[in-house]
Every structure is written in structure tokens, then in C-alpha cells.
T-cell receptor, first 119, second 112 residues
Framework: GAGVSQSPSNKVTEKGKDVELRCDPI?????LYWYRQSLGQGLEFLIY????????KSGLPSDRFSAERTGGSVSTLTIQRTQQEDSAVYLC?????????????????FGEGSRLTVL | SQQGEEDPQALSIQEGENATMNCSYK?????LQWYRQNSGRGLVHLIL?????REKHSGRLRVTLDTSKKSSSLLITASRAADTASYFC????????????FGKGTSLLVTP
């Protein structure tokens, strides 16, 4: 597709269940990001992948959260044993990952997000 | 981690007026970006300003950057009801690899 695609768009689950959220980035984009946005809040960085490098997992809030990116394309964010505080919108973004001076110089393209509600 | 802090948190103006939002950050940056988010949607990139630039324009948008004060402003001129959205600044810190850190955003309401 032309843009970043996320599924499901909405997910309601019971506390303690595991959930998987999927992100399909823009074709050719080597960098993929996951952010979390709680109601009325800013974006909280979770993790990013860049090419074949080890992912930057510094933003993952606990070991219940994990993510993988298979084949350098589609990514799955997994939350195990969900808690009510995990309720949020999970946003995925991709980038062509141009850098200069050791920092990202390109823009991020975001998906529409996956809204997770934990009851 | 969140580095950018937008100010004000919320802004309400009438159509035709200008809207100014500010962003402050803490460390050395390579560039600063502004994004817009309509309610319930993903973020859309608006403009990027590099650390060696002081001002940039795109249509009705004007962005300034003052690296000595570690601050940026986004000005939307002649606002329209369709500009109603949340606006976020994001910083790419030097030597931070591919990280992009977002602030908490300014919620803009433009009334007809």
C-alpha cells in the first residue's frame, strides 16, 4: 500500500490476555518505530528498528512488551498479560532513515494507530 | 523519552487569527520537526527545520528555531476551522541515531 498500515484498528481485551498489534510500513522504508499515546497525551517512544541493526528497545515500559520485525518489513508489537494501564493508542511509523550528524534527518510517516482497551 | 514541551497546552482562536505554538527542548539537536494530528488519526509531518536554520516557511506555516534558547515556534497565519488539531514538536538529538522524541502537544481549536 501507499501508506503505513496498522491492524487491528481497535482491540478490546480482558486483563491478563496477550495481544498482538501489526504494522506494515511503507515499502522501502528501512526504519520502523512504535510509539504509545495515552488519552490526551503526547507520544511515548517504545522501540525502533533500523535495517539489520539491533533494535533500540530503550522505551519499552516492561518485559511484558516485545516487538519483532521479520524480513525487514512487517512488525508485530506483543503485549503479554495486559494490564489496564496498557490501554492506549499504539502508533507505528516508518522512515526512509536518512541520517546526518548521527541523527535522523527525514520525516516519519505514521499509521492510523491501533486503539487498545484493556478491561 | 519526551524532550519537547509545547506551550500552550491548549489554544482557542477564531478563524482568520494567527496561532502561535512554542516548543522547548533540553539537549543539542540536529533538527526539529512539527507534526499535526487530527482527532483519532495518525500524525502528519508539517515541516522540518535544521539546527543551522533560523526560520522556515511552508504555505501558511512559519517555523522559527533558536538553538541558544533551545526553543522553536510554529505560527499558523490566517487560521481556518480545518486547522483544528493537535500539534507536536519532535526533536532529533545529535548522535541519537534514528530516535525522534515528541512533546505532549498543543491542542488548537479554531472556531468559525
Amino acid at each position: 500500500g501507499a501508506g503505513v498500515s496498522q491492524s487491528p484498528s481497535n482491540k478490546v481485551t480482558e486483563k491478563g490476555k496477550d495481544v498482538e498489534l501489526r504494522c506494515d510500513p511503507i515499502s522501502g522504508h528501512t526504519a520502523l518505530y512504535w510509539y504509545r499515546q495515552s488519552l490526551g497525551q503526547g507520544l511515548e517512544f517504545l522501540i525502533y528498528f533500523q535495517g539489520n541493526s539491533a533494535p533500540d528497545k530503550s522505551g519499552l515500559p516492561s518485559d511484558r512488551f516485545s516487538a519483532e520485525r521479520t524480513g525487514g518489513s512487517v512488525s508485530t508489537l506483543t503485549i503479554q498479560r495486559t494490564q489496564q494501564e496498557d490501554s492506549a493508542v499504539y502508533l507505528c511509523a516508518s522512515s526512509s532513515a536518512r541520517t546526518s550528524g548521527g541523527a535522523l534527518t527525514g520525516e516519519l510517516f505514521f499509521g492510523e494507530g491501533s486503539r487498545l482497551t484493556v478491561l | 523519552s519526551q524532550q519537547g514541551e509545547e506551550d500552550p497546552q491548549a489554544l482557542s482562536i477564531q478563524e482568520g487569527e494567527n496561532a502561535t505554538m512554542n516548543c522547548s527542548y533540553k539537549t543539542s539537536i540536529n533538527n526539529l520537526q512539527w507534526y499535526r494530528q487530527n482527532s483519532g488519526r495518525g500524525l502528519v509531518h508539517l515541516i522540518l527545520i535544521r539546527s543551522n536554520e533560523r526560520e522556515k516557511h511552508s504555505g501558511r506555516l512559519r517555523v522559527t528555531l533558536d538553538t541558544s534558547k533551545k526553543s522553536s515556534s510554529l505560527l499558523i497565519t490566517a487560521s481556518r476551522a480545518a486547522d483544528t488539531a493537535s500539534y507536536f514538536c519532535a526533536t532529533a538529538e545529535k548522535n541519537s541515531g534514528y530516535a525522534l522524541n515528541f512533546g505532549k502537544g498543543t491542542s488548537l481549536l479554531v472556531t468559525p
